[in-house]
């Protein structure tokens, strides 16, 4: 295996996270293991804008940068100059310039790249029914599971692929013990990289014609495992396939782990209100204003909370004094691609606060209606509209938490346009029937800050 697999795969193990048709490259291979350890990132720079984005988003945008092969450093969300090389490249791969921070197009387009990758081989997040081993698995390449002594084992139908989890327990056992025993069995194993430590191993190489990737790690008096063998000629599928695994690799947590707590909120947080009717009437995604002490709609200044509805998190905000603003028009369900409006994170524009559209597609999930890919930091809240520029909806974004290791990117829901015209009726509040044309959408969204204690 690659150095920089085994390097990106060991990292993962201190418990931290791992096509729209783009690019896919091959990373070249960088000395960095035992022998040779690479260099650490330089400390970003404190005006650099990705050193103030959220730490989960910037692990998102390294998990989804090294799914389309551009990424291989450490999943964490610490802001690098690694990771900047890699927006860069991402960037100039698609034809735009390479600033390494993303827009809120680019963002949208790597989500759509990194989710059409993890679709391709089935990407799934789940326990090993045997030993409670927490992974996440390609399941359209390896759709063949059978029960093993110590685990379960997946493979493709012609064996090509084969992953298998496994467990030893043994009071005497010791990790280094293991790590030797794994080096010489099945015998002609050839190993190009190895660490050992006192509670983990990481080992790759070749075995045979296949390349191999094994890892352990104890908890008391028991060694849980993952291993994964794979064709030489499907390395190019594979690689951000085991560096996914690695990331997603959770050996002992169990099906009664208790959750993951949840990520502190943001001293300040950023959405997209939309203006319902000109006398300053706006309506927002709740979550994104949940705890707040003081909100602000620049440059109105203060907006007085008015109304919530829990179950499908809206939230309804008046700007006092406010007149002559430009009120969104209603329209119907939605039928086809959808345009996203809202006014990105500041960060994410370099402190701009300009009202961008981006376009997404409907999919249907559980009775709900899932946009994807999902818009970025600050579109909570955004409007969803046809092509006459009519409303559709909000979006409400939410994050969820999977592996008790790693966040994935942000899911984006659609809160229908009727639904929120029921919520605005039940406290007395007439949208506008303005007869918007395309695009008149942008002049009725405005910045919501949440200042929070």
């Keep these: 295996m690659k150095p920089m697999i085994a390097a990106a795969l ?85 034809g735009g310039k390479p600033t390494g921070t993303l827009t809120p197009q680019e963002r949208g387009a790597l989500t759509a790249a990194a989710k059409a990758l993890q679709d391709s081989v089935g990407w799934k997040i789940g326990l090993d029914p045997v030993n409670s081993i927490r992974l996440g698995l390609p399941t359209k390449l390896v759709p063949q599971q059978t029960t093993t002594p110590t685990g379960t084992k997946w493979a493709s139908a012609q064996g090509q692929i084969q992953i298998e989890t496994w467990r030893a327990k043994d009071s005497s056992l010791t990790i280094a013990a293991i790590a030797e025993r794994e080096k010489k069995e099945p015998a002609g194993r050839r190993i190009d990289y190895s660490v050992v430590k006192p509670d983990f191993f990481v080992l790759s190489g070749l075995q045979g014609l296949k390349k191999f990737y094994v890892r352990g790690q104890i908890k ?113 369900a939605v039928k086809s691609d959808v345009a996203v409006s809202g006014i990105a994170d500041p960060q994410a524009q370099g402190g701009g606060a300009t009202a961008t559209s981006m376009t997404a597609r409907p999919v249907s999930d559980g009775g709900d209606v899932r946009l994807d890919p999902a818009p970025g930091p600050g579109f909570a809240g955004a409007a969803v509209t046809d092509a006459d520029g009519k409303l559709l909806g909000l979006v409400q974004l939410k994050t969820l938490l999977v592996a008790a290791v790693a966040p994935v990117p942000v ?43």
Aim: aromatic share 4%; hydrophobic share 45%.
């Design 220 to 332: 008391g008096s028991e060694i849980r495992g993952l291993t994964i063998l794979y064709d030489q000629a499907t390395e190019g599928t594979m690689e951000p396939v085991v560096i996914a695994m690695s990331s997603a690799f959770a050996p002992f947590a169990g099906g009664d782990a208790a959750p993951p707590p949840p990520l502190p909120r943001k001293k300040v947080e950023y959405a997209t209100g939309v203006v319902v009717s000109p006398d300053g009437a706006i309506v927002t995604d709740r979550n994104a204003i949940d705890a707040c002490e003081t909100i602000v709609v620049p440059p109105y200044g203060h907006a007085e909370r008015i109304a919530d509805d829990a179950t499908r998190q809206l939230v309804l905000l008046r700007l006092y004094g406010a007149s002559g603003l430009k009120a969104v028009s209603f329209g119907g």
């Design 411 to 453: 899911q984006a829901r659609l809160v229908p346009a009727e639904v929120v015209r029921q919520f605005l009726a039940r406290h007395k509040v007439t949208p506008t029937a303005a007869d918007n044309k395309p695009g008149d959408v942008k002049a009725s969204l405005l910045r919501v800050i949440c200042i929070r204690k």
């Design 10 to 94: 060991m990292v993962a193990l201190s418990g931290v996270a791992a096509t729209a048709q783009t690019p896919v490259r091959t990373l070249s291979v960088r000395p960095d293991g035992a022998t040779a350890p690479a260099k650490p990132a330089p400390a970003p720079k404190p005006a650099d804008p990705a050193a103030a984005q959220a730490a989960q988003e910037r692990a998102a945008i390294q998990s989804d940068l090294a799914w389309v092969g551009v990424y291989n450093g450490l999943i964490n969300g610490e802001p690098s100059e690694r990771l900047a090389t890699a927006i860069k490249t991402f960037q100039k791969d698609n």
